[in-house]
């Protein structure tokens, strides 16, 4: 029998009034759950406060969904609100040991003057450094305490997820969004998106395909408190690719493989590529905008909070 | 030997030389050479000495290390030309078109289904890995297809005289403008034989790619505006930016003029904004965008590439043609032909080995000492190697790199440049050989491909054979392609602008560069005053409080403390104090309203606004900037000082008439005029305020008498007033020659004119209310003043209060006059507020 999961989520991006209009602003926006075989998205709708900004809908080179919001109409603060429906399906876990050994993988992407199947060239799409990525040796020497001769690459995967899991902190005043991964790696602390770029470093640097993901995680409420509007965050976890499954995923934060609790909003290199907001802005008073976002089963709803 | 230039002509027979072969002199040289055969030492050198003269009085400079401060250093060009034969050419722009066909056809397909890349021709690492591939920009047409409408390859040719490729330049190609300027120099130096030679024209070559921009771009029924893009005036090739946009007549821009609304490109104006239809970039892809780039460009255009996508603007090149930028590309070009264009490349690139393949690899390790070593993709520093120089550990160092990290390294062939002859300088006939390289370009046209018959030859530095550089000693030579049959007579020298390409005003002035010109007239106007002051208030103390000159020497601390350059404590305050304060007013820029500060506020908005002040004003500016340098180390007296004050003050006096002779009446003018009488009209207005208020406390008719005088020697007029009084300097009939007489430049009266005279004009253009009413009326005030009431025959107490009133209507006048500034500035200068841009990610 198919599990299922069905979602509300609302995702509010604010530059907060301040007295200093904002006179302009252009930003890109990855705040529609992408459709997938596992995921289908019921509803996505993205509303601006004041309603004065164009907004264009679109797909963008990984086939995520996208939009590009502008506003050159002075007014004191915006906000950004997202609200998605969203179904998600359990999905069958490969068995890590039926997998080729990850040496397999990173040899057949090597380069030979000869045709390419659709599914290798769309894999190295994601086999080298990019902006948040970087490739190096120390990296690779990490990945190898994982992938040790001969693993299957599944069974690595599970196995760099695990010690990532296992020997780092998750600790949200370690890091900033900037943060080196090479830094991460030193420290030994990060919140889901440093892991996430640490994992996808890793493999990269051991010639494995990694995907960035990202999204959401269903969060539960402290026992016998109701479920605050606003107090979860966007997620961020990673795809490996193996010729016969296609691409895996492992959340190195939680030490698990998503299954009904994450909530897919797309995937690309690295964070840049699908930050669910990015854009500049003229005016206000440069402050970072607040973000809050609530995943809501819909089970709950109606529920007295 | 048949000419006696070449008996001691340095040939060597290892390389191919350009001039002289096995047989003897190339035939298409042999007219040149008997030319310059028949002129006399004195005649070459004086050519060579107008060709130095031409390259200084044009500004041509490359800046060297795109430093800040300018280092801007004079283009380099050798007198002799580099000569091509028709035939030769021929072959050379027949490759070059193909290969900017073929170029351009790969952008779309990387751009697009990839082909290339599934079919196994070029390895995906070399798009996906290269920073270059600008991800957003796929699946993007650029209108008709055209993604590389200038085009640039080096050529070098190796010892049996054949051309190869050695790299590709896709990005924004520089080096044309020089090419041109080139041309400009090199034929001016041989009128005659340029013309009997029958060298093929430059001209057109521009005007071809002008069309094709004008026809691609989506006008929508709209006349065309072009810009060209710049990164500003610290880009290493900003000359040749600036060059361009006057040759094609297209505003010059900085990412910031530009704004994009509902998915459309505005260029801001002083006269609102204007819509922009096709952007020519020299500003890198990756920088355009910060929304979908690179999000720390803060020279980029917000929402530029949203317009792309939309379809509202041609960008050319087109956005993400860098990718094409790698040393790996050239050896899989050859497949890539056949697979595109279903023909040969014509001409080869050197050899190339991309690391990444393993092949490849084992055979460049095997062979490291006579290959070339380079990275793969540019930016990551620009080191080369030369297999056959390294040492031994440095050997090792270089197969460990390359055996870590085999991706990222290329090896190409060592080729052994053909050599050119140069002009050796010097007092006597003689000729040199350089090693030589070629840049040779190709820029779309409504027809195709068009090559320009010529191309900026580079020479290399007394011994270097390998590398050519414009950083490294290198110069550079005019390449003069020779036609076969007669060139249309009236081209030949047609460097000219024809009656057709007349342009009457260029209309497009960009709010950034009115705001420039505005501040350069006030930091102008302003830098004189306090120079002036300074002067006056030094030479004063040096003549000491106690002198019978008192008067002057009180007045004088008053004004110098009012205009913030001493300490205000006037009466107490030590000599050597006042002094050491005006030291510093004058030559250090942490004191912020002295000279030094003002003088780098005006060379700042100069070099913002440099593309449109003339030579002379931009030299006499840098002359002045220098010593102002020197004169921190070297000026320790107050004899020095005043000595550097003086050359300070005649720099700008000349400056302002620079101002009213060099520069093109057009509004940029109008608005650095108006700049300079509203600096002289706040300025003067303050002074005389102070002056009034200062002057009840100066007891004596002598000390008054002396006051007086110091004020209008301050103000420029002291010549004037002696002239029209023929007496001792009163305040009566001075205050009123430095207020209501308008034929008196240095008057309130004249500022007012002038200002109002120009801002009506606006005011009356744009209908808005500058405030030019409010400034007018204020001065009306002034006139309208009882003068009588400072008749030395009224009571003292009466004069007094008559000056308290008389202060503050100057009081008024000045505030009427930044009110005016400020207007101007909200109105012409920016379109979105005055506040800062931040970037997010969230």
Not at chain 2, 814 to 826: E, I, Q
């Amino acid at each position: 029998m198919t599990r299922s999961a069905a979602y509300t989520i609302l995702h509010e991006t604010e530059y907060a009034p301040c007295g200093v209009p904002v006179s302009l602003a252009q930003h890109l926006l990855h705040l529609i759950p992408r459709e997938l075989p596992w995921q289908s998205r019921e509803s996505g709708r993205i509303v601006v406060e004041p309603d004065l900004a164009h907004l264009t809908e679109g797909e963008d080179a990984f086939g995520n969904p996208v939009a590009w919001l502008s506003l050159d109409t002075p007014h004191d603060g915006l906000l950004v609100r997202a609200e998605s429906h969203v179904t998600v399906m359990s999905r069958e876990l490969p068995d890590p040991e039926d997998s080729p050994p990850w040496e397999t993988v990173r040899d057949s992407l090597r380069y030979h003057p000869e045709p390419r199947d659709a599914d290798s060239l769309d894999a190295l799409r994601y086999l080298y450094a990019s902006p948040r990525v970087p490739c190096s040796a120390a990296l690779a020497a990490f990945a190898g305490q994982a992938f040790k001769p001969g693993v299957p690459v599944l069974a690595g995967a599970q196995a760099l997820m695990a010690l990532i899991f296992e020997t780092f902190t998750f600790d949200a005043k370690a890091t900033e969004v900037n943060t080196p991964v090479h830094e991460v790696l030193l420290r030994k602390r990060g919140v889901c998106q440093d892991f996430a770029h640490l994992m996808i470093a890793a493999l990269r640097s051991a010639g494995l395909p990694a995907r960035y993901m990202s999204g959401y995680l269903l969060t539960d409420p402290p026992p016998g408190k109701p479920r605050l509007i606003g107090a979860d965050a966007s997620h961020a976890w990673v795809a490996v690719w193996c010729p016969h499954n296609g691409w895996v995923e492992y959340d190195p934060t939680n030490g698990i493989q998503p299954d009904l609790r994450h909530v897919t909003l797309g995937w690309g290199r690295d964070f840049q590529d699908v930050s669910p907001l990015r854009g500049v802005i003229l005016g206000g008073l440069a402050q970072a905008p607040e973000v809050r976002v609530t995943v809501m089963p819909d089970a709950e709803q109606g529920e007295p909070v | 030997m048949s000419s006696s230039i070449l008996a001691h002509y340095p040939y060597r027979p290892d390389s191919y030389d350009e001039l002289f072969g096995e047989d003897g002199v190339r035939p298409h040289w042999q007219e040149f050479l008997d030319h310059i055969d028949e002129s006399s030492a004195d005649t070459l050198k004086l050519r060579a000495a107008q060709l130095s003269r031409g390259i200084q009085q044009n500004g041509v400079t490359y800046n060297v290390y795109a430093d800040p401060r300018g280092t801007d250093r004079p283009w380099s060009v050798d007198l002799l030309p580099l000569i091509l034969p028709a035939d030769e050419w021929r072959g050379i722009s027949a490759a070059i078109t193909q290969r900017a066909r073929l170029l351009n056809a790969l952008l779309g397909d990387l751009y697009g289904a990839q082909t290339t890349l599934s079919e196994g021709l070029l390895p995906p690492e070399l798009v996906y890995g290269h920073k270059g591939f600008l991800w957003p920009c796929s699946g993007l047409k650029p209108p008709g297809g055209a993604y590389l409408h200038l085009y640039a390859a080096d050529l070098a040719r190796s010892p049996d005289g054949r051309w190869w490729v050695i790299a590709d330049r896709t990005q924004s190609p520089s080096g044309a403008g020089y090419a041109l300027e080139n041309r400009q120099l090199v034929s001016r130096a041989f009128p005659d034989l340029f013309r009997d030679m029958q060298v093929r024209s430059l001209s057109g070559f521009f005007r071809g790619l002008q069309r094709s921009l004008a026809n691609q771009a989506p006008t929508d029924g709209e006349p065309p505006l072009t810009v060209l893009l710049t990164p500003g005036p610290f880009n290493e090739t900003y000359f040749e930016h600036v060059y361009l946009a006057r040759n094609m007549g297209f505003p010059l821009v900085e990412g910031q003029d530009l704004t994009v609304r509902n998915d459309t490109v505005f260029l801001k104006t002083v006269s609102g904004l204007k819509r922009v239809h096709a952007i020519l970039r020299r500003l890198d892809d990756d920088f355009c965008d910060p929304v979908e780039l690179r999000a720390d460009s803060a020279l980029g255009v917000p929402g530029l590439l949203g317009a792309v996508r939309a379809g509202r603007v041609l960008v050319a090149n087109a956005l993400g043609s860098g990718l094409l930028e790698s040393a790996a590309l050239p050896g899989f070009l050859p497949g890539i032909c056949r697979h595109l264009l279903g023909e040969e490349i014509a001409m080869p690139s050197v050899a190339t080995w991309w690391c990444g393949e393993e092949p490849a690899r084992k055979e460049v390790l095997e062979n490291l000492r006579s290959l070339v070593i380079k990275p793969t993709f540019p930016g990551g520093g620009n080191e080369v190697i030369f297999g056959d120089q390294l040492a031994e550990d440095q050997f090792d160092e270089v197969t460990r790199r390359i055996e870590a990290e085999p991706s990222a390294f290329v090896a190409q062939e060592l080729v052994k440049l053909s050599r050119a002859p140069a002009w050796g300088g010097g007092q006597r006939r003689k000729l040199l050989t350089r090693s030589m390289g070629l840049r040779v370009y190709a820029a779309i046209t409504p027809e195709g491909y068009n090559v320009l018959p010529g191309g900026l030859a580079r020479v290399a530095g007394v011994d270097n054979t390998r590398i050519l550089t414009m950083q490294k000693g290198g110069s550079s030579k005019d390449t003069w392609v020779l036609s076969d049959g007669p060139v249309a007579s009236f081209s030949l020298l047609n460097n000219n602008i024809r009656v057709g390409d007349l342009i009457e005003e260029t209309g497009t002035l960009s709010s950034r560069l009115a705001e420039n010109l505005f501040w350069c007239g006030r930091y102008g106007e302003r830098c004189d005053a306090v120079a002036r002051l300074a002067r006056l208030a030094l030479s004063r103390l040096s003549e000491g409080r106690r002198s019978e000159r008192a008067g002057a020497l009180t007045m004088m601390l008053e004004l110098a403390a009012g205009a913030g350059l001493i300490e205000s404590r006037v009466g107490s305050l030590p000599i050597a104090k006042a002094e050491l304060d005006l030291f510093r007013a004058v030559l250090d820029r942490r004191s912020d309203s002295g000279l030094a500060a003002n003088l780098q506020r005006l060379m700042w908005c100069a070099t913002q606004a440099r593309e449109h002040l003339s030579l002379d004003h931009w030299h006499a500016l840098k002359r002045l900037s220098s010593e102002l340098e020197a004169a921190r180390a070297t000026v320790t007296d107050v004899s020095a000082l005043l000595e550097f004050l003086d050359g300070a003050l005649t720099t700008f006096v000349s400056l302002s008439g620079f101002a009213m002779d060099n520069m093109t009446r057009d509004t940029g003018w109008r608005l650095h005029i108006v700049g300079r009488r509203v600096e002289r009209l706040d300025y003067l207005a303050r002074t005389l305020a102070r002056f009034l208020r200062a002057y009840g406390d100066i007891n004596g008719p002598l000390q008054r008498e002396l006051a007086v005088e110091a004020l209008l020697e301050l103000c420029d007029s002291i010549i004037t007033y002696r002239t029209r009084y023929r007496a001792q300097p009163e305040l009566l009939p001075a205050l009123h020659m430095l207020t209501t007489d308008d034929g008196n430049p240095h008057a309130l009266a004249f500022q007012v004119r002038m200002a109002s005279n120009y801002l009506a004009r606006f005011e009356a253009d744009e209908k808005v209310d500058l405030g030019v009413a409010e400034l007018e009326a204020s001065f009306a005030a002034i006139r309208a003043f009882p003068w009588g009431r400072l008749e030395a025959v009224c009571p003292a107490l009466e004069r007094v209060d008559a000056s308290q009133q008389l202060a503050g209507l100057f009081d008024r006048l000045g505030s009427a006059g930044r009110t005016l500034s400020d207007r101007l500035a909200m109105r012409f200068f920016s379109h979105v507020g005055q506040t800062g841009q931040a970037t997010f990610a969230a």
